[in-house]
């Protein structure tokens, strides 16, 4: 995308072709509106940026199947000049004619062809520049097809396209389809314009529209007619090369442009993010970089993106619909005035005639960004210029850094429509994505604060460690070789999402039969489950544009989180996600556990789709996935009991039929309060309860003494840690579905007791006595065996006079200590596993929460020298 600059943001607006609403396709299924087919092909023409062609910025679609497009727009065209009927020099001409070729022979390279060139949409910028506009009008309407008005204008069309009429695909057998216009068609049309130009008058001013066309028609004359004009006026040098070299890159080169093309650079797109070539190839610095906020009057708006303005300028309150309504574009009419054309039998008819409404108005309003610059007319130069560093005692403060620091605490609902607060979070997440990956760990920073929506695509693909050349390994799979997963995923993608506008579109079936076939396709090893559309649904619809960085994405997210998932047969690997996920559930909430657990309604029934965090709609699904992303392959467990707990008086209070029916319709969840709830149940939860034999192994670290990292213990920075010594091991799927409180590792205990190993693992110290203890450990063994050593600050309840024969607990001096206690972690140390687990179970149904087993016991402390024994009596 191009700084705004000078330029203007404009919007015009057609209706599509309606369709009639009894008629299904091929599968079965209603037509997809002609809107919709329009809104997906317009996506494209988004990515197609050049100095020469007004950027397209968005298009929204209304009611009655109207569209709105917005694109960059300049007030001025070629329209104006020949108002003035005064011939134009050649030299202006040559110009005119070498940058409108430039625009032409770019869209031809990316196959657009404009059709509708005209000099109303050949538009001159400040500096007198040319830049086309609606030149994607023929592409995203299907060459005409989805629209009842014809693209291009009588007078500029070519013969040949003349000659071929109106015509649409459903009117015709495929084999006597005519060709949709190619580049010859827009050169003639260029021809035309610049003889117009030339002679300071409109070629067919004077003759009405039919005349046009016949004298278009007569192909013999049309010809000699324009060479003897030319000559006249003397422009036929440029004439001729324009109607006998009939493709814009041939032009170009032509000798009738030796004097003008070496005044322009050629254009070279800049390197994308991932991207083999330099992306600071061509980077330039100011000597004072402190200048930069210093001119007051600078329009430091104008050196943003169009995209990023439009997106503020929706924010501040602007309103397409609403522009266009003041400019009377849309006329609302009464209903009486909308009532079809009714016949009588003796054939005399009442009511309306044709719409004129659906045809083609090329009137293009200007969207005014006063609202926009006055909602941010206290933001300083500064703001948009963050640095990046920790050092910013010397910059100076924008008026309103109290107000966004008020912003910040507001929820995110709130934030994420605030035009400040967005504009500064765009501007620092965009500098900090042109810095990745060496600003990684800043860009995780300030994600677990918020992700700007516009910047979230690209910011989730820098989350996941998407690196390198994506775009050349993309290409190199075969998508196209039929494969007998195709069948599954045509049935699947037209009910995925399809509430969506974008992934409805036939150009966004298109784009996940792509994507899906590419994942299956490089991952051999695994097999198409379904479910990996919707998987997909969410990273295609932030890449549309970009399928290549949605697959990349994709397949970073699915190791991760998935881990073998995508087996043929991962029936081990769901039984024991499911079987971890009933620990937690127990872990986190003990008294909604045993309820589910005594009605039978276990996590088989309902907590599957949970694993692949899809089940939500898009705009929720990108709330919680912000988070999600910042925390290891254990974090969809919490969202699971998040889930639960915000439904948990309605599970509590029913059966196992009411829960059934309550999950087959999920209710309103209140992401927000989820993602809030999750992230501290995260928190709570120590790393090594989550442990699952089936999950990604941990990649190797810097560190090379076999001990975990230092990452800070309750914090989604930590990612899974490598495998030591004090680890949890792997235990066989039937004992642990016997436990019902997860098992945490010996490493994980000594983090919770701020202990430090001694001997072969590190120096024995403890840290300050004055920090408040995250745990108890309750040690089940005998008093005698106690005595011989135990961990420090643990409390002895010998397993064989725990608990009365009623399952209570037995009243003793460590009754007071479990009560206050409750609510923090538990961890139950002994000799043999089965007692630890039923002394779990035990406590789990008098409802502690928090309450987990010490994996492989006591005999896993004793090599690390941190057993005591009590001081002797004096």
Same mark, same amino acid.
């Given at each position: 995308?191009?700084?705004?600059?000078?330029?203007?943001?404009?919007?015009?607006?057609?209706?599509?072709?309606?369709?009639?609403?009894?008629?299904?396709?091929?599968?079965?299924?209603?037509?997809?509106?002609?809107?919709?087919?329009?809104?997906?092909?317009?996506?494209?023409?988004?990515?197609?940026?050049?100095?020469?062609?007004?950027?397209?910025?968005?298009?929204?679609?209304?009611?009655?199947?109207?569209?709105?497009?917005?694109?960059?727009?300049?007030?001025?065209?070629?329209?104006?000049?020949?108002?003035?009927?005064?011939?134009?020099?050649?030299?202006?001409?040559?110009?005119?004619?070498?940058?409108?070729?430039?625009g032409l022979q770019y869209m031809n390279k990316h196959g657009i062809v404009h059709r509708a060139l005209s000099p109303h949409n050949i538009l001159l910028d400040r500096k007198g520049h040319i830049k086309l506009a609606k030149f994607g009008l023929y592409h995203m309407t299907a060459h005409g097809d989805d629209v009842d008005f014809p693209i291009g204008y009588p007078s500029y069309l070519a013969p040949e396209v003349i000659a071929q009429g109106i015509f649409k695909t459903t009117d015709h057998m495929p084999s006597?389809?005519?060709?949709?216009?190619?580049?010859k068609s827009d050169v003639w049309s260029l021809g035309i314009i610049l003889f117009e130009l030339c002679v300071g008058r409109k070629l067919f001013q004077s003759l009405d529209i039919s005349e046009r066309l016949k004298f278009l028609l007569t192909l013999d004359c049309v010809d000699d007619t324009l060479i003897v004009l030319a000559e006249e006026h003397g422009c036929l040098d440029i004439i001729k090369e324009i109607f006998y070299d009939f493709h814009s890159y041939e032009l170009m080169k032509d000798k009738v442009?030796?004097?003008?093309?070496?005044?322009?650079?050629?254009?070279?797109?800049?390197?994308?993010?991932?991207?083999?070539?330099?992306?600071?190839?061509?980077?330039?610095?100011?000597?004072?970089?402190?200048?930069?906020?210093?001119?007051?009057?600078?329009?430091?708006?104008?050196?943003?993106?169009?995209?990023?303005?439009?997106?503020?300028?929706?924010?501040?309150?602007?309103?397409?619909?609403?522009?266009?309504?003041?400019?009377?574009?849309?006329?609302?009419?009464?209903?009486?005035?909308?009532?079809?054309?009714?016949?009588?039998?003796?054939?005399?008819?009442?009511?309306?005639?044709?719409?004129?409404?659906?045809?083609?108005?090329?009137?293009?309003?200007?969207?005014?960004?006063?609202?926009?610059?006055?909602?941010?007319?206290?933001?300083?130069?500064?703001?948009?210029?963050?640095?990046?560093?920790?050092?910013?005692?010397?910059?100076?403060?924008?008026?309103?850094?109290?107000?966004?620091?008020?912003?910040?605490?507001?929820?995110?609902?709130?934030?994420?429509?605030?035009?400040?607060?967005?504009?500064?979070?765009?501007?620092?997440?965009?500098?900090?994505?042109?810095?990745?990956?060496?600003?990684?760990?800043?860009?995780?920073?300030?994600?677990?604060?918020?992700?700007?929506?516009?910047?979230?695509?690209?910011?989730?693909?820098?989350?996941?460690?998407?690196?390198?050349?994506?775009?050349?390994?993309?290409?190199?799979?075969?998508?196209?070789?039929?494969?007998?997963?195709?069948?599954?995923?045509?049935?699947?993608?037209?009910?995925?999402?399809?509430? &969506?506008?974008?992934?409805?579109?036939?150009?966004?079936?298109?784009?996940?039969?792509?994507?899906?076939?590419?994942?299956?396709?490089?991952?051999? &090893?695994?097999?198409?489950?379904?479910?990996?559309?919707?998987?997909?649904?969410?990273?295609?619809?932030?890449?549309?544009?970009?399928?290549?960085?949605?697959?990349?994405?994709?397949?970073?997210?699915?190791?991760?989180?998935?881990?073998?998932?995508?087996?043929?047969?991962?029936?081990?690997?769901?039984?024991?996600?499911?079987?971890?996920?009933?620990?937690?559930?127990?872990?986190?909430?003990?008294?909604?556990?045993?309820?589910?657990?005594?009605?039978?309604?276990?996590?088989?029934?309902?907590?599957?789709?949970?694993?692949?965090?899809?089940?939500?709609?898009?705009?929720?699904?990108?709330?919680?996935?912000?988070?999600?992303?910042?925390?290891?392959?254990?974090?969809?467990?919490?969202?699971?009991?998040?889930?639960?707990?915000?439904?948990?008086?309605?599970?509590?209070?029913?059966?196992?039929?009411?829960?059934?029916?309550?999950?087959?319709?999920?209710?309103?969840?209140?992401?927000?309060?989820?993602?809030?709830?999750?992230?501290?149940?995260?928190?709570?939860?120590?790393?090594?309860?989550?442990?699952?034999?089936?999950?990604?192994?941990?990649?190797?670290?810097?560190?090379?003494?076999?001990?975990?990292?230092?990452?800070?213990?309750?914090?989604?920075?930590?990612?899974?840690?490598?495998?030591?010594?004090?680890?949890?091991?792997?235990?066989?799927?039937?004992?642990?579905?016997?436990?019902?409180?997860?098992?945490?590792?010996?490493?994980?205990?000594? &983090?919770?007791?701020?202990?430090?190993?001694?001997?072969?693992?590190?120096?024995?110290?403890?840290?300050?006595?004055?920090?408040?203890?995250?745990?108890?450990?309750?040690?089940?063994?005998?008093?005698?065996?106690?005595?011989?050593?135990?961990?420090?600050?643990?409390?002895?309840?010998?397993?064989?006079?725990?608990?009365?024969?009623?399952?209570?607990?037995?009243?003793?001096?460590?009754?007071?200590?479990?009560?206050?206690?409750?609510?923090?972690?538990?961890?139950?140390?002994?000799?043999?596993?089965?007692?630890?687990?039923?002394?779990?179970?035990?406590?789990?149904?008098?409802?502690?929460?928090?309450?987990?087993?010490?994996?492989?016991?006591?005999?896993?402390?004793?090599?690390?020298?941190?057993?005591?024994?009590?001081?002797?009596?004096?």
């Amino acid at each position: 995308m191009f700084p705004l600059k000078d330029a203007e943001m404009g919007a015009f607006t057609f209706f599509a072709s309606a369709l009639p609403h009894d008629v299904c396709g091929s599968n079965g299924l209603p037509l997809t509106p002609n809107s919709i087919k329009i809104l997906g092909r317009f996506q494209i023409l988004k990515t197609i940026t050049h100095p020469r062609l007004c950027q397209y910025v968005d298009i929204s679609r209304g009611k009655h199947e109207r569209l709105v497009v917005v694109a960059e727009h300049c007030e001025h065209s070629l329209e104006d000049l020949l108002r003035e009927r005064k011939p134009v020099s050649c030299s202006t001409v040559l110009c005119i004619a070498f940058e409108v070729l430039q625009g032409l022979q770019y869209m031809n390279k990316h196959g657009i062809v404009h059709r509708a060139l005209s000099p109303h949409n050949i538009l001159l910028d400040r500096k007198g520049h040319i830049k086309l506009a609606k030149f994607g009008l023929y592409h995203m309407t299907a060459h005409g097809d989805d629209v009842d008005f014809p693209i291009g204008y009588p007078s500029y069309l070519a013969p040949e396209v003349i000659a071929q009429g109106i015509f649409k695909t459903t009117d015709h057998m495929p084999s006597k389809k005519p060709l949709p216009s190619g580049p010859k068609s827009d050169v003639w049309s260029l021809g035309i314009i610049l003889f117009e130009l030339c002679v300071g008058r409109k070629l067919f001013q004077s003759l009405d529209i039919s005349e046009r066309l016949k004298f278009l028609l007569t192909l013999d004359c049309v010809d000699d007619t324009l060479i003897v004009l030319a000559e006249e006026h003397g422009c036929l040098d440029i004439i001729k090369e324009i109607f006998y070299d009939f493709h814009s890159y041939e032009l170009m080169k032509d000798k009738v442009f030796s004097e003008v093309s070496p005044l322009y650079t050629p254009f070279t797109k800049p390197a994308g993010l991932f991207s083999s070539s330099l992306r600071c190839a061509d980077l330039t610095l100011p000597e004072d970089i402190s200048q930069l906020c210093k001119d007051i009057n600078n329009d430091y708006l104008a050196e943003r993106s169009i995209e990023e303005v439009y997106y503020l300028w929706c924010l501040a309150g602007g309103d397409l619909e609403k522009e266009l309504v003041n400019k009377e574009i849309i006329r609302s009419k009464p209903p009486i005035c909308t009532l079809p054309n009714f016949l009588f039998e003796d054939g005399e008819s009442f009511g309306q005639g044709r719409d004129r409404s659906s045809l083609l108005d090329d009137t293009t309003v200007t969207l005014s960004l006063c609202q926009l610059r006055n909602r941010l007319k206290d933001v300083g130069g500064e703001a948009f210029y963050p640095l990046l560093e920790d050092d910013q005692s010397n910059l100076p403060h924008s008026n309103s850094n109290n107000e966004l620091s008020a912003a910040a605490t507001l929820p995110l609902i709130i934030r994420e429509k605030d035009t400040e607060y967005q504009l500064n979070r765009i501007i620092l997440f965009d500098r900090l994505l042109k810095a990745y990956p060496y600003k990684k760990n800043q860009i995780w920073k300030e994600a677990r604060i918020d992700i700007p929506p516009l910047m979230r695509g690209l910011t989730w693909a820098a989350l996941l460690g998407v690196e390198g050349a994506i775009h050349a390994k993309y290409d190199a799979i075969d998508k196209d070789t039929p494969i007998p997963t195709d069948r599954q995923i045509e049935v699947d993608i037209p009910r995925c999402h399809q509430y &969506d506008e974008l992934l409805s579109s036939p150009e966004g079936h298109a784009k996940f039969r792509r994507v899906l076939k590419a994942w299956v396709v490089s991952h051999p &090893d695994l097999v198409y489950w379904q479910g990996l559309d919707s998987l997909c649904a969410p990273f295609l619809y932030l890449n549309f544009n970009n399928e290549a960085l949605a697959y990349a994405c994709m397949s970073a997210f699915i190791p991760k989180y998935l881990y073998n998932f995508f087996l043929k047969d991962n029936s081990h690997v769901i039984q024991e996600y499911l079987t971890v996920f009933s620990q937690m559930i127990a872990f986190h909430d003990p008294e909604l556990s045993n309820h589910l657990n005594e009605i039978g309604f276990i996590p088989d029934l309902y907590a599957i789709p949970w694993f692949l965090p899809y089940v939500f709609p898009l705009h929720k699904i990108f709330h919680l996935w912000d988070t999600l992303l910042l925390g290891n392959s254990s974090f969809p467990f919490c969202i699971g009991v998040a889930i639960l707990q915000q439904l948990r008086d309605r599970l509590l209070a029913n059966g196992f039929n009411e829960c059934i029916l309550l999950f087959s319709d999920l209710p309103e969840i209140d992401i927000e309060r989820c993602v809030r709830e999750s992230i501290n149940l995260f928190c709570w939860t120590p790393k090594s309860a989550t442990y699952r034999q089936h999950a990604q192994p941990p990649k190797p670290t810097s560190d090379s003494s076999g001990v975990r990292s230092s990452a800070p213990y309750f914090s989604a920075e930590c990612p899974d840690p490598p495998k030591t010594d004090l680890s949890r091991e792997s235990i066989l799927l039937n004992d642990l579905k016997s436990e019902v409180s997860p098992r945490i590792s010996a490493e994980d205990l000594i &983090d919770l007791c701020e202990l430090t190993v001694t001997g072969h693992f590190k120096t024995p110290t403890k840290k300050t006595k004055s920090s408040k203890p995250k745990l108890l450990v309750v040690d089940i063994r005998n008093s005698e065996d106690f005595i011989r050593g135990h961990i420090s600050g643990s409390i002895n309840i010998p397993f064989s006079a725990a608990f009365t024969a009623e399952g209570e607990l037995t009243q003793g001096p460590y009754t007071a200590m479990l009560q206050n206690f409750k609510g923090k972690v538990i961890v139950i140390v002994g000799h043999v596993a089965k007692h630890t687990a039923e002394f779990a179970a035990h406590l789990v149904k008098m409802k502690y929460p928090r309450i987990c087993i010490l994996d492989g016991g006591i005999n896993k402390i004793k090599p690390t020298g941190l057993l005591t024994v009590p001081s002797p009596q004096i």
